[in-house]
Nanobody
């Protein structure tokens, strides 16, 4: 069994900063990509940022230059540093990881955290 547990988030004024963390635990052989998505009520979940095990990153255009994703492979953790936050960044953020559970399996399964609320006041 695999769990992703997020921490961080909360309430901040526009222009401020917040950091999110996510820890993966359980039966894990390897993790390829890890990332953050967000989903506003009534909208589809959208990519915020993703990072590969080798450190390659990809960001949504709306957060480029403001958000930074990083990961600690030894700890199975991924982080999202959010700077210059805007009211439109307000929503629930979800941690994501593509995890291979055993050395004899080539199957990677997607796992999601429970979500953490980020609220940016104007």
């Amino acid at each position: 069994q695999v769990q992703l547990v997020e921490s961080g988030g909360g309430l901040v004024q526009a222009g401020g900063s917040l950091g999110l963390s996510c820890a993966a635990s359980g039966t894990i052989f390897s993790i390829s990509s890890m990332g953050w998505y967000r989903q506003a009520p009534g909208k589809e979940r959208e990519l915020v940022a993703v990072i590969t095990s080798g450190g390659r990153t990809n960001y949504a255009d709306s957060v480029k230059g403001r958000f930074t994703i990083s990961r600690d492979n030894a700890k199975n953790m991924v982080y999202l540093q959010m700077n210059s936050l805007k009211p439109e960044d307000t929503t629930v953020y979800y941690c994501y990881a593509a995890i291979r559970g055993a050395s004899h399996s080539t199957v990677e399964l997607p796992y999601w955290g429970q979500g953490t609320q980020v609220t940016v006041s104007s």
